[in-house]
C-alpha cells in the first residue's frame, strides 16, 4: 500500500486499481473526504507520497480509516461522488467548496427537459424547486460536460425548441429524438429523461436489462428498427470509453501519472485523407482534449494543389496550411495521429521537423492489424519512449482515428453531392 500509515485501516486491507469513490474517516468514524479516482489505488497513496498544502497535511493526519465503493465506469463515480457529498456534508470537501468554482447539473421542468449547467453562483437551494432534478455540486464542469457528451450516445435528449423547420445537428448523429422536428411526443421523451436521471442516480445496470428486455419484444414483433436501436444503446451503454471523464482531475491531484502523459493527451490532432476515383480530394482534422473530443475545433480541407490520389502529398499540403493557422490563433498539437502507415507518418514528420518549435511534435499512424480485427499502430523510433503510455490509451486513439476517418468521408460526400458549389474549407 505505499507510504500509507500502517495505523490506517483500509476495507478490505487493500486498495483496487479501478474506478470509484474513496471515504476517508476519523478515529471516530466521522467522514472527512469524499473522492473521485479512475484509479482508487493510486489517488489515495498520493495523498501519503506527494508533499500538500497545509489544509491537505492536516487532514492526512486524522486519517484513521479509508472506504471505497467502486464504480464500473468513471462517470459512475463522478455521480456517486456528488451525490455522497451531498448526503454527507464532509468537513474537508466544504472547506474545498469555499475556494473552488462548482457546478450543479440540472434538468429543466418542462414539457421536454433539458439537462444543463449552472455555476454555483447561480444556483441556491431555495431555486432547487423549480428544476426536475439537481445533482452535485461537482468540482469539474469539464468532467461533467465529457459525461453528458458519453451518455447521450446510449440515452439520446435533446436541447432543441419544437416546431424548427430542419431537425438539428444531432439528430443525424442519433443523440436528439427530434423534438426540434416534433417527431417524438412529450410523453414518450419524458422516458428518455427518467433514463438519463437513473443513469446519473446510479441505475445503469437497471437500464441495460429494461433495454434488452424491450429489445427482445421489438424483435418478437418484427419491429426491427426499433429493435436495432434498443441493440446499439445497450452496446453504449456496456461499453462506455470515458477514460476522459476524470482523467484530467487525477493528472492534478496525482503525482504518478508522470508529465508526459499530461502532454500527449493534452491535444491530440487526427487526421485522415479521403479519395475516391483519386478525385475530390478531401481531408479531415479532429481535435481531441484530455481524450474528449471537442467537435467545434474540428476542421475540415479540400485538397488544392495535388492532382491524384496521392496520400503522401495531400498529408504534406495538408499540415502545411494547418500550421500555417498557428499564427490565427490555431493552438499546437501535443500528439498528431494519421490513418495510415509508416509512409503516412513520415510524410507528416517531414512537415514537423521543419517548424520552427522548442521540440518536434510526436506523430504517430495506425493501420488494421493482418487479421482486420485489430489496430495496430504505428510509432516511429524518435518516439518509441511513448509507446506504454500510447498503449495504455489506445481507445482514445482508436476512437479519434474513427472520428477522423467518419468527418472526412461525410465531407468528401458532400463536395460530391454538389460539385458546382463553392466550399469554404481551411
Known amino acids: 500500500m505505499g507510504m500509507i500509515t500502517s495505523s490506517v485501516k483500509i476495507k478490505n486491507n487493500q486498495l483496487p486499481d479501478k474506478p470509484g469513490v474513496y471515504i476517508m474517516k476519523d478515529g471516530t468514524g466521522e467522514i472527512l473526504y469524499i473522492g473521485k479516482a479512475t484509479s482508487l489505488k493510486r489517488r489515495v497513496e498520493s495523498y501519503f507520497t506527494r508533499p500538500r498544502d497545509n489544509r491537505i497535511e492536516e487532514m492526512v ?217 483519386g478525385t475530390s480530394g478531401t481531408a479531415s482534422m479532429v481535435v481531441f482534449r484530455h481524450g474528449t473530443p471537442v467537435k467545434a475545433l474540428y476542421r475540415k480541407f479540400k485538397i488544392r494543389d495535388v492532382l491524384g490520389a496521392d496520400d503522401y502529398a495531400s498529408l504534406r499540403e495538408v499540415l502545411r496550411r494547418r500550421f500555417h493557422h498557428r499564427e490565427h490563433g490555431w493552438e499546437w498539437p501535443n500528439l498528431i495521429l494519421i490513418d495510415g502507415g509508416i509512409g503516412q507518418v513520415n510524410a507528416a514528420l517531414e512537415v514537423v521537423r521543419k517548424l520552427d518549435a522548442a521540440r518536434i511534435i510526436p506523430v504517430i499512424g495506425m493501420v488494421k492489424g493482418p487479421n482486420r480485427k485489430r489496430e495496430d499502430l504505428v510509432v516511429p523510433p524518435a518516439f518509441l519512449g511513448l509507446l506504454s503510455t500510447l498503449e495504455k490509451h489506445k481507445d482514445i486513439l482508436v476512437h479519434a482515428r474513427d472520428e477522423s476517418h467518419r468527418f472526412a468521408i461525410a465531407y468528401h460526400r458532400a463536395l460530391r453531392a454538389q460539385p458546382y458549389k463553392t466550399t469554404n474549407n481551411k
Open 61 to 277: 493526519g486524522k486519517i484513521a480509516a479509508i472506504d471505497y465503493q467502486e464504480q464500473p465506469t468513471a462517470i459512475e463515480a463522478l455521480f456517486l461522488e456528488a451525490n455522497l457529498i451531498k448526503r454527507h456534508q464532509p468537513y474537508y470537501n466544504i472547506l474545498e467548496k469555499d475556494d473552488k468554482s462548482f457546478s450543479y447539473l440540472v434538468i429543466t421542468d418542462e414539457e421536454f427537459p433539458r439537462p444543463f449547467l449552472l455555476r454555483a453562483s447561480d444556483f441556491d437551494d431555495n431555486s432547487a424547486g423549480q428544476y426536475k432534478a439537481v445533482y452535485g455540486p461537482f468540482t469539474s464542469a469539464r468532467a461533467v460536460r465529457a459525461s453528458l457528451d458519453i451518455v447521450r450516445k446510449a440515452i439520446p435528449w435533446s436541447t432543441c425548441t419544437p416546431g424548427q423547420k430542419r431537425p438539428c445537428f444531432y439528430v443525424h448523429l442519433k443523440q436528439c429524438p427530434g423534438v426540434c422536428v416534433d417527431v417524438i411526443s412529450s410523453k414518450d421523451y419524458s422516458k428518455i429523461i427518467r433514463d438519463l436521471m437513473a443513469f446519473f442516480e446510479g441505475r445503469r445496470l437497471v437500464i441495460v436489462r429494461r433495454y434488452q428486455k424491450e429489445m427482445m419484444a421489438a424483435s418478437k414483433e418484427q419491429k426491427y428498427e426499433l429493435a436495432a436501436e434498443l441493440r446499439n444503446r445497450v452496446r453504449a451503454l456496456e461499453h462506455i470509453r470515458d477514460i476522459a471523464v476524470l482523467a484530467a482531475d487525477d493528472r492534478r491531484q496525482t503525482a504518478d501519472d508522470g508529465g508526459e502523459e499530461v502532454g500527449i493527451l493534452g491535444r491530440l490532432e487526427a487526421y485522415d485523407i479521403s479519395n475516391i476515383s
